[in-house]
């Protein structure tokens, strides 16, 4: 059985941090592009960063310099950094495996003061 875990949302407050987990069991990775999605309440969900099978990153506009994809293949897991956040990076984070229908649950973002 295939799991994505995502771990490590909570509240943070505007310009912290956080670093975000996706867990994955029942698959290798290694061999797939990851993304990391969002969807904010009453809004579509979003690409927020992806990475392919070799390493190479990609970002939306919104996250360009302040958000950080990484991957080890070692333990299965890709991460998120999460620096300078904003109220509007507030929303559920889901980690996803290209070419595979395979989804976590989410973890929730919260940027307030």
């Known amino acids: 059985q295939v799991q994505l875990v995502e771990s490590g949302g909570g509240l943070a407050q505007p310009g912290g941090s956080l670093r975000l987990s996706c867990a994955a069991s029942g698959i290798i990775i290694r061999l797939n592009g990851m993304g990391w999605f969002r969807q904010a309440p009453g809004k579509q969900c979003e690409l927020v960063a992806d990475i392919t099978s070799g390493g190479t990153p990609g970002y939306a506009d919104s996250v360009k310099g302040r958000f950080t994809i990484s991957r080890d293949n070692g333990k299965n897991t890709v991460y998120l950094q999460m620096n300078s956040l904003r109220p509007e990076d507030t929303a559920v984070y889901y980690c996803?495996?290209?070419?595979?229908?395979?989804w976590g649950e989410g973890t929730l973002v919260t940027v307030s003061s």
């Open positions: 996803k495996i290209y070419g595979r229908p395979y």
